[in-house]
């Protein structure tokens, strides 16, 4: 019998929809049963493509026995933590406060009013029953002290929401971004690649500062520490070698066993990752990765309206990584003759062993080493992995696949038009291009309202919950990019209109950054509870650093100083951090790097502006605006700037131009 998660949106909440247990979303109506009962709740946090969420799923919710402790002593919620991150950052708080350290399932205790008391992760089906009857005893026999307790938590949640000003406001120089750099440096792990630790996660932002890094410094020791990684992984199990895609993280260093669940974010930020380094490099192995990303984007998490999905499953038939394994003999017979051949090109029973006799396709040589090797041309391995990847696919297609997580969610697809607005700009290809003005207009359409706010998430024809600071964010710099590759100023003025409704709902009143809930927030509840300040750049940069970005390039455009300016603070406020902890604050340093070495706005007028402008596109120049228009603009930057029957291509910084130019080989940027 269904509880009341049927009546929800979301894959992971209705993957509870038939627990025994009597779950509510999460809402007043949950609350309130608390405080009419007098007993605590379970907040449960997950997300669809979580392994141990469905292993904690099966395992205790259920199970009628348990299920039934549940309902008899707690209200029971469950919360998907990418619909509702202001939520999950809230409870995940709580319980790195008593853990020092989170992860999911997440689960936590709390008080009728939510403030948390207590709280883990995964649970053993023995322990989660001792859990659950301690604590209800707790709940009714030393209330006194669960109270003490949730006060000091919610202190502490509080506390972690407070940014200190600096005891000195000193301007960004140069050794801002060399004291970063030299500090990331030390984490680097040079000899596989990524940084250094027995888990590895992507974390593009961090590589995109690198690059930055690079482009302005010339170090080599950044670009060989870019390529190892960029190699690595794309060689890795982590990288779906048949059907493209990237997996969430690697279990090991060797980047062989992903975490199998594909997210929808990774892929765009790496497709954005691969394609600015390609640029860089003219390595075609870059360009066939961005490929072979989009190829899975396409086929797998794609919308018929052009929006994108959030997630594959890691799990097929509750297993992990079952639909992506391979064992030796399915390759003797699928393609007998080349077996052995195939077998040493993608590590089967050597490098790519995994355990109970199953493979993760990797490749331990470049084809270029592999071709040497083997004595073949670079064409004959070409047309044989073709051939084999195609069986190997046709194949695997017939296997259960995993499930998909089919909520569209705005900041992930602001981050995928972005990733294929980069790979545009890099290559001039229409089809990419088309993708990203595809899903910017279902994104406008559907999930952005005539006033400039934003819905999180969209699902069979429904947008619901009102945005977070990263689906402002994301959105507005995904409409930046989208205006260097086709130079329409209506993704300027959205942008900016996005702009200014976080200037004026998202501010803090004693701090240049923005709060990650609006004021008007759907859950007032969440308010009281905290109001979440998020900072740092983990697998998705914060909201806070995207901001200080699409400030610093919607005040050149516009010639806005005040954006420039709150942008500039953001940056100085944050350069502590940046330089203590730059491992997670990879976009500021891109920022930071951005405003120290002064950002440059080419502006091209007349007949041959559009052309020249895209010629522009060949190259990478991160700290490089492009603005260019044909006939008359409102925008200012082109104000007094057409001259009849000439193309002008004027470089201008902090809104002073230099004499124009009429041949791009003239232009110095």
């Given at each position: ?55 904690m799923e099966h395992e205790s919710f259920s199970v009628p026995d ?227 990303i989009f190829d899975f984007i396409d086929k797998e998490l794609t ?261 420039i300016s709150r942008s500039e603070q953001m940056c100085i406020y ?96």
């Open positions: 019998m269904a509880n009341r998660l049927i009546n929800e949106t979301s894959p992971y909440l209705l993957q509870h929809a038939e627990n025994p247990v009597d779950w509510y979303p999460y809402g007043p109506e949950a609350l309130e049963q608390a405080k009419k009962r007098d007993c605590p709740i379970i907040i449960s946090i997950g997300y669809s493509a979580c392994h141990w969420c469905h292993v348990i299920a039934e402790i549940m309902n008899k002593n707690f209200v029971c919620i469950k919360v998907d933590r990418e619909e509702r991150p202001d939520i999950d950052q809230i409870y995940l708080n709580a319980v790195q406060l008593l853990h020092g350290q989170g992860g999911w399932p997440l689960n936590a205790f709390a008080l009728p009013d939510g403030r948390p008391f207590w709280g883990g992760t995964y649970f053993r089906p023995d322990q989660w029953k001792d859990v659950l009857q301690q604590l209800s005893d707790m709940y009714k026999q030393n209330y006194e002290e669960l109270l003490t307790q949730a006060e000091r938590i919610h202190s502490g949640i509080k506390s972690m929401s407070v940014f200190d000003a600096p005891r000195e406001l000193k301007p960004l120089n140069n050794n801002v971004i060399q004291d970063a750099f030299d500090q990331l440096a030390h984490k680097f792990d040079k000899d596989l690649g990524g940084t250094i630790g027995g888990i590895k996660f992507p974390m593009p932002s961090i590589w995109e500062f690198v690059l930055n890094y690079h482009y302005i410094s010339q170090s080599g020791k950044a670009l060989d520490q870019l390529k190892l990684t960029l190699d690595k992984m794309m060689r890795g199990g982590i990288f779906d070698q048949l059907g493209g895609g990237f997996a969430r993280y690697s279990t090991d260093r060797e980047w062989k066993v992903p975490h199998f669940e594909k997210m929808l974010y990774d892929n765009a930020q790496l497709a954005a990752l691969y394609a600015n380094s390609y640029l860089v490099t003219g390595d075609q192995n870059y360009l066939a990765t961005v490929s072979k919308s018929d309206e052009g929006g994108f999905f959030s997630a594959l499953d890691a799990d097929s038939e509750g297993i992990e990584g079952l639909y992506y394994v391979w064992k030796k003999q399915e390759l003797i017979d699928l393609l007998p003759e080349y077996s052995e051949l195939l077998s040493r090109y993608w590590g089967i029973e050597k490098q790519g062993y995994w355990e109970d006799g199953v493979n993760v396709l990797v490749r331990p040589y470049t084809d270029d080493q592999f071709a040497q090797i083997e004595h073949l041309s670079a064409e004959e391995l070409r047309q044989l992995v073709n051939m084999a990847s195609k069986v190997l696919l046709n194949e695997r297609n017939k296997r259960t696949k995993p499930s998909l997580d089919d909520k569209i969610i705005a900041s992930w697809n602001a981050l995928m038009i972005k990733g294929y607005a980069v790979a545009a700009i890099a290559t001039h290809n229409n089809r990419w291009e088309e993708s990203a003005l595809k899903a910017a207009d279902f994104l406008t359409n559907n999930m952005i309202g005539e006033n400039g706010k934003i819905l999180r998430t969209w699902k069979n024809g429904v947008a619901k919950i009102n945005g977070f600071l990263d689906d402002y964010a994301f959105a507005a710099e995904a409409f930046i990019y989208l205006y260097n590759l086709t130079f329409d100023e209506a993704w300027l003025l959205k942008a900016r209109e996005l702009t200014d409704r976080v200037l004026r709902d998202f501010s803090q009143s004693d701090s240049p950054m923005f709060w990650y809930m609006a004021e008007d927030s759907d859950d007032k509840n969440v308010l009281k509870l905290s109001r979440i300040l998020e900072t740092t750049d983990g697998v998705e940069p914060s909201g806070n650093s995207v901001m200080a970005w699409v400030l610093l390039a919607l005040g050149q455009y516009f010639e806005n100083n005040d954006y944050i350069q502590k951090n940046l330089i203590a902890y730059p491992n997670f604050h990879g976009y500021w340093g891109s920022v930071t790097a951005s405003h120290v070495q002064g950002i440059s706005l080419v502006a091209i007028t007349g007949r041959s502006a559009v052309e020249y402008a895209r010629r522009l596109h060949n190259t990478y120049h991160p700290n490089t605006l492009l603005a260019a228009a044909v006939s008359q603009s409102e925008l200012p930057v082109f104000y007094n700037k057409f001259k009849d029957n000439k193309t002008l291509i004027y470089k201008c910084i902090n809104h002073t131009c230099e004499a124009p130019v009429e041949r791009l080989e003239d232009l110095n940027i």
